[in-house]
């Protein structure tokens, strides 16, 4: 486990981020797996635990601090871990709160080795290419809706994962 000291944003929007958050006040820690689906319009939530990963919800791209549960959620609204990762959305630089990734670069699952990747959480070829496409991602939905063809644009992967796409848009 390794502390992100720099960028934590770019780190946890990069689209395959493992991490672990824990209170330094409490120390209680949970962790988390954000996964952005293909299109990257959306970031999936599990929780990682003892249970193995349980989807909890989402968090789209373009209001990256909104948490949303769906019908798909295994986790209850009220559980701690998804208390503790809403405000965290809200405060992402607070130093009331660790965030410790597994070693892995948050982009593309690769493990990290160099020094200064480790404290930023994304290996060196990875650490420019992450915000140019959170940005291209965030461009096209910005105050609307997902378009129509959504649903058949869903990341395959993602879907199999979580099977949480549909559900989401069915609901909206
Ligand atoms: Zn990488």
């Avoid at 990069?14 to 319009?41: P, R, V």
């Avoid at 992402?92 to 660790?98: M, Y």
């Avoid at 959170?134 to 058949?152: F, H, K, L, M």
Wanted: overall charge positive; aromatic content about 8%.
């Amino acid at each position: 486990m390794t502390a992100i000291t720099t960028n934590r944003a770019e780190f946890l929007f990069a689209g395959k981020a493992e991490f672990t958050l824990q209170s330094k006040e409490s120390l209680a820690h949970f962790t988390y797996k954000l996964t952005a689906s293909k299109d990257g319009q959306m970031f999936f939530v599990a929780l990682l635990g003892q249970d193995g990963k349980q989807y909890a919800g989402c968090i789209p791209a373009d209001k990256r601090t909104e948490f949303r549960t769906t019908r798909r959620s295994l986790i209850r609204r009220d559980h701690r871990a998804i208390v503790a990762l809403e405000w965290f959305l809200k405060h992402l630089d607070s130093p009331q709160v660790e965030v410790h990734h597994c070693g892995r670069c948050g982009r593309c699952g690769r493990k990290l080795t160099n020094p200064e990747s480790i404290t930023r959480g994304i290996g060196p070829e990875c650490a420019g290419k992450a915000t140019s496409t959170a940005r291209a991602a965030v461009a096209p939905v910005q105050g609307s809706e997902p378009p129509p063809n959504y649903q058949t644009e869903a990341d395959a992967e993602s879907r199999a994962a979580w099977d949480a796409h549909d559900r989401l848009h069915g609901a909206a």
